[in-house]
């Protein structure tokens, strides 16, 4: 039995598993079921208490490829296999996000942006793509595939990881010296990091700094990797041209925060690749498989890495 807490549009995901796991029963909050009997729990945001209310777990999906709030739940076992998403049809959405940021400096659209409330006709000079250095940070299954999408549109792409292989097409970097090799060659910084205890707060004004005079940010990872009061210093400073964020350490993020009426800040509501429920549901109905056959599934977090 598989216990479904979706995040939104429950029948939806309800149905996509039912569709992915026919030889599963699928059940939701709405059932009552004998928590006994659940042996796989797939959701997102559970709240405390939820996971260990089920004694007899074999596994937990999350419904999404961050795993940092599942990490904080205190009844959730460490003996228990924690998977995530890979990819999952989100690699195309987090393209997509990352070209628009790309775009959002590199053809000026930041600056149309501020100019119609002048009403005023001025055309910039875009920088050509091959004179844009792009540096990720993160390089995995979304990062990854960002850092190579951009390469095949003529970026020159830099990517920044802790102990992966390179990344073809990719000049790929490591350790702090890599990262501030990264950051000093970045015009347009992607972040698609994990939210991990090595990760949170790397984003700060000493880091910021690093990178060019005009650099644009770029945030798809969380919110807490970056120093919100460090951006909008550089970007008053005249030291960064501006940032486009996803993700914020307090979502949603709060009416009175300044990022929200910076003009050179561009907010979007963590909607950078959305979970599908068709392919997620086909994934865990997968790795369900597999730990069934004793194979390892796909997507098992390191707990001792935090992602
Ligand atoms: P992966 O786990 O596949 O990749 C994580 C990458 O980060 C890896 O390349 C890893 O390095 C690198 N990394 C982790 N810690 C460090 C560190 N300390 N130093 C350097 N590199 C590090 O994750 P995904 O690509 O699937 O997802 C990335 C993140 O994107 C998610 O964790 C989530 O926070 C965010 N996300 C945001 C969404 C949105 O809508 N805004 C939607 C989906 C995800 P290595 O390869 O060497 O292990
Ligand atoms: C995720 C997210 O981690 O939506 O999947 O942020």
Known sequence: MLYLHAPAGEERWCAAFRAAAP???IVTAADRPDRAAVRYFAGWAPPAGLIGSFPNLRAVFALGA????FLQLSDLSPALPLIRLVDAGMARQMIEYALFGVLWFQRDFDSYAEARHRAEWRAETAWAAERTRIGVLGLGALGGQVARALAGFGYPVAGWRRSGPPVEGVRTLTGTDGLAELLAESDVLLALLPSTPDTRGLL???ALS??????GVVNMGRG?????AALLGLIDAGHLRGAVLDVFAAEPLPAESP???HPRVLVTPHVAAATLPEPS???IAENIRRIKAGQPAAGLVDR???Y
């Open 66 to 69: 961050g795993v940092d709030k």
């Open 304 to 306: 001792s890495c935090g």
């Open 259 to 261: 990022l929200w009426r």
């Open 204 to 206: 700060d004004a000493a």
């Open 281 to 283: 549901a086909r994934q």
């Open 210 to 215: 690093r990178l060019p005079k005009g650099a």
């Open 23 to 25: 030889e599963l029963r």
């Open 224 to 228: 807490d990797q970056l120093d919100p």
